[in-house]
């Protein structure tokens, strides 16, 4: 079992960045594929992007893709959301998730087996 718990959101301008943090418990992070998801108000929760459990792969939805970086660092067990060039639209609850197998392609975008409590970003035009 693992526990994850998000942190870095905040209040930012469009055009600005943000660093998520996604901390996972245990010893490692490396045997769980990682995953981050958003829901904005009035809105279905999202696949936003995923990374694998080697971080050898990537995954992106079409929206943050090019403006958004997933990326981890096992030794640390904690995998990260950099995000930039926020727009408006990207305000929501982001929620990282975590999986015990792998991701292959088609598969990224769930199902996971453990979420965080989740970070609020806000971007203000």
Known sequence: QVQLVESGGGLVQAGGSLRLSCAASGRT????AMGW???????ERESVAAITRSGGTTYYAASPKGRFTISRDN??????LQMNNLKPE???????????????????SGPYDYWGQGTQVTVSS
């Open 75 to 80: 030794a640390k067990n904690t995998a990260y």
């Open 37 to 43: 998801f958003r829901q904005a108000p009035g809105k």
């Open 29 to 32: 992070v490396s045997s769980y």
């Open 90 to 108: 990207d305000t929501a609850v982001y929620y990282c998730a975590a999986r015990t197998r792998d991701l292959i392609y088609g598969t990224w």
